[in-house]
C-alpha cells in the first residue's frame, strides 16, 4: 500500500467519525423535540480503500437516549484520533523520504 493511500484512507476515517459526530450533535440538540426520531450513522468500507458514513433517521421511529448518544460521541472520538495518528505517521513518512531524497 502507498503511502498516500494510507493518507487518503485516514483522511475518510476521519471525515466519516466527523459526519458521525455532526449526527450525534444533532440528536442531542434535538432530544426535547416532540416527534423527532434519533439519527443513525452506519458505517461501509469500499474495497478500494478508505470508508463512508451514511446518517439516517431510525427506522423504528425511536427517540433520543443520551447515554446512547455519550457512546457515540465517545466512539466518533476514539475513531477520528486513531485515523488522525495514521494520518501524521503518513505525513511523517512522506517527509522522511523527501529528505532521504534530498540527500
Same mark, same amino acid.
Given at each position: 500500500?502507498?503511502?498516500?493511500?494510507?493518507?487518503?484512507?485516514? @483522511?475518510?476515517?476521519?471525515?466519516?467519525? #466527523?459526519?458521525?459526530?455532526?449526527?450525534?450533535?444533532?440528536?442531542?440538540?434535538?432530544?426535547?423535540?416532540?416527534?423527532?426520531?434519533?439519527? %443513525?450513522? #452506519?458505517?461501509?468500507?469500499?474495497?478500494?480503500?478508505?470508508?463512508?458514513? #451514511?446518517?439516517?433517521?431510525?427506522?423504528?421511529?425511536?427517540?433520543?437516549? @443520551?447515554?446512547?448518544?455519550? @457512546?457515540?460521541?465517545?466512539?466518533? %472520538?476514539?475513531?477520528? !484520533?486513531?485515523?488522525?495518528?495514521?494520518? %501524521?505517521?503518513?505525513?511523517?513518512?512522506?517527509?522522511? @523520504?523527501?529528505?532521504? !531524497?534530498?540527500?
Amino acid at each position: 500500500m502507498s503511502i498516500s493511500a494510507i493518507t487518503s484512507n485516514a @483522511l475518510s476515517g476521519m471525515q466519516a467519525h #466527523s459526519r458521525s459526530l455532526a449526527a450525534t450533535a444533532n440528536n442531542v440538540a434535538n432530544v426535547s423535540t416532540p416527534g423527532y426520531a434519533h439519527l %443513525e450513522t #452506519s458505517f461501509s468500507s469500499h474495497t478500494s480503500g478508505g470508508v463512508t458514513a #451514511s446518517v439516517s433517521p431510525s427506522a423504528d421511529g425511536q427517540n433520543v437516549d @443520551l447515554a446512547n448518544e455519550m @457512546l457515540d460521541r465517545i466512539n466518533a %472520538e476514539i475513531g477520528f !484520533k486513531a485515523n488522525a495518528v495514521v494520518f %501524521e505517521t503518513g505525513a511523517d513518512m512522506w517527509d522522511m @523520504l523527501l529528505t532521504i !531524497k534530498r540527500d
